[in-house]
Antibody
Framework: EVQLVETGGGLIQPGGSLRLSCAASGFSVNSNYMTWVRQAPGKGLEWVSVMYNGGSKYYADSVKGRFTISRDNSKNTLYLQMDTLRAEDTALYYC??????????????WGQGTMVTVSS | EIVMTQSPATLSVSPGERATLSCRASQSVSSNLAWYQQKPGQAPRLLIYAASTRATGIPARFSGSGSETEFTLTISSLQSEDFAVYYCQQYDNWPPGWTFGQGTKVEIK
């Protein structure tokens, strides 16, 4: 079964760090591309970061310089290292998988998300 | 940044009726436009990509049209399971700076 499972969310103080994980099953995280999308409580979707199979990484301006996307092929897991967290980073973080066959930014498979709350 | 604007914010429709959702881009995104459905407490689900191509397993009552700056998602005959929030997303710009619309909530009339 094709599945994505996010973990690592929690309550963190402003300025703190957190690492999210996204474990994939049924496909390889180093095939095509993987992305992180977040959703603040009661709000819409915001794209955060993408990593392509060749290793290229891109970030939204709102997180550039603070967040780092990476993967461990041996664990078939995608990560999002989040540093210098701010209150506005509070959101449900989804990882998602995309296929080049439908374009470079289309997200076919989504996890259920992990909640990050930044508050003192 | 390409701004995506969806209208209306809320659409009240009776089961069996047709629903038409709009999405406008602040600049041309060619046909690099996707639609997602999100139900309460669930992750988004891809419905349409490349403006008009249905994703795997999506019923034929969902259809997408448009190009450049004006796009439409049509649900031909609303079923109970279609009441949800729908988002459009552009994936045209490079390097990626992909953006979503603010969503249209389709509710039971």
């Amino acid at each position: 079964e094709v599945q994505l499972v996010e973990t690592g969310g929690g309550l963190i103080q402003p300025g703190g760090s957190l690492r999210l994980s996204c474990a994939a099953s049924g496909f390889s995280v180093n095939s095509n591309y993987m992305t992180w999308v977040r959703q603040a409580p009661g709000k819409g979707l915001e794209w955060v970061s993408v990593m392509y199979n060749g290793g290229s990484k891109y970030y939204a301006d709102s997180v550039k310089g603070r967040f780092t996307i990476s993967r461990d092929n041996s664990k078939n897991t995608l990560y999002l290292q989040m540093d210098t967290l701010r209150a506005e980073d509070t959101a449900l973080y989804y990882c998602a998988y995309g296929s080049y066959g439908s374009g470079k930014g289309v997200f076919h498979i989504w996890g259920q998300g992990t909640m990050v709350t930044v508050s003192s | 940044e390409i701004v995506m604007t969806q209208s209306p914010a809320t659409l009240s429709v009776s089961p069996g009726e047709r629903a038409t959702l709009s999405c406008r881009a602040s600049q041309s995104v060619s046909s690099n436009l996707a639609w997602y459905q999100q139900k309460p407490g669930q992750a988004p689900r891809l419905l349409i990509y490349a403006a008009s191509t249905r994703a795997t397993g999506i019923p034929a009552r969902f259809s997408g049209s448009g190009s450049e700056t004006e796009f439409t998602l049509t649900i031909s005959s609303l079923q109970s399971e279609d009441f949800a929030v729908y988002y459009c997303q552009q994936y045209d710009n490079w390097p990626p700076g992909w953006t979503f619309g603010q969503g249209t909530k389709v509710e039971i009339k």
